[in-house]
């Protein structure tokens, strides 16, 4: 069964700092990881996605993660944080395959906060 | 393109009481997903069709839960007689068939008082 664990519920970086965000994951077959973003009162918003291509993805926002096998790991990481980066981010990983193709399942979430 | 339509946005009902909730995804997405989403918690999901066959629904409580995808096209959620516990938000999700990704809803906000 497939699982996603993320490192840390809460990361505080300054304004202007690296971002880095912690995911691992669990699964028995070549996965197929996900980052999504959750501001205040919406929907979930794709941020990048990868699916066994180039193990370094860039997504929008200026974010990036890499696929790393050995580690078990999709870290997602931006050089520079912004105010407008402030939210709540989600890794997934997907039931690639069998019954439940398609399926999503979701880490407990990462609170970034940015200060001035 | 137009996104994932859900509503309503809030609902807040008293403990037995039923609700509904309604999905239209993007036009020509055959997959439709509904997710919970406990506060504190990511998304679990629900159900998972494709046109209007279940595709994966172990994890709804059928007891109370039920869902439905008319024409393959909008989905109604139903929870009757909700709980305290179903407090949550409710996120509609739809892709095409094989796309990894998918797009969300703003997602409905049931309070169970």
């Known amino acids: 069964a497939q699982s996603v664990t993320q490192l840390g519920s809460h990361v505080s970086v300054s304004e202007g700092a690296l971002v880095l965000l912690r995911c691992n994951y669990s699964?028995?077959?070549?996965?197929?990881l996900f980052w999504y973003v959750q501001y205040p009162n919406q929907g979930l918003q794709l941020l990048l996605k990868?699916?066994?291509?180039?193990?370094l993805v860039k997504g929008i926002n200026g974010f990036e993660a890499e696929f790393k096998k050995s580690e078990t790991s999709f870290h997602l990481t931006k050089p520079s944080a912004h105010m407008s980066d402030a939210a709540e981010y989600f890794c997934?990983?997907?039931?690639?395959?069998?019954?439940?193709?398609?399926?999503?399942?979701f880490g407990q979430g990462t609170i970034l906060t940015v200060h001035p | 393109e137009a996104g994932v339509a859900q509503s309503p946005r809030y609902k807040i009902i008293e403990k037995r009481q039923s609700v509904a909730f309604w999905c239209n995804p993007i036009?020509?997405?055959?997959?439709l997903y509904w997710y919970q989403q406990i506060l504190g918690q990511g998304p679990k999901l629900l159900i998972q069709?494709?046109?209007?066959?279940?595709?994966?629904d172990s994890q709804l409580p059928k007891d109370r839960f039920s869902a439905e995808r008319l024409k393959g096209v909008d989905s109604t959620l139903k929870i009757q007689p909700a709980k305290l516990e179903d407090s949550a938000v409710y996120l509609c999700a739809s892709s095409l068939v094989g796309d990894y990704g998918y797009t969300f809803g703003s997602g409905t906000r049931l309070t169970v008082v």
């Open positions: 997934a990983v997907n039931h690639a395959g069998g019954t439940s193709y398609g399926k999503l399942t």
């Open positions: 990868y699916t066994s291509a180039a193990t």
């Open positions: 699964s028995s077959v070549p996965p197929y």
């Open positions: 069709f494709q046109n209007n066959g279940v595709v994966d």
């Open positions: 036009s020509g997405h055959a997959t």
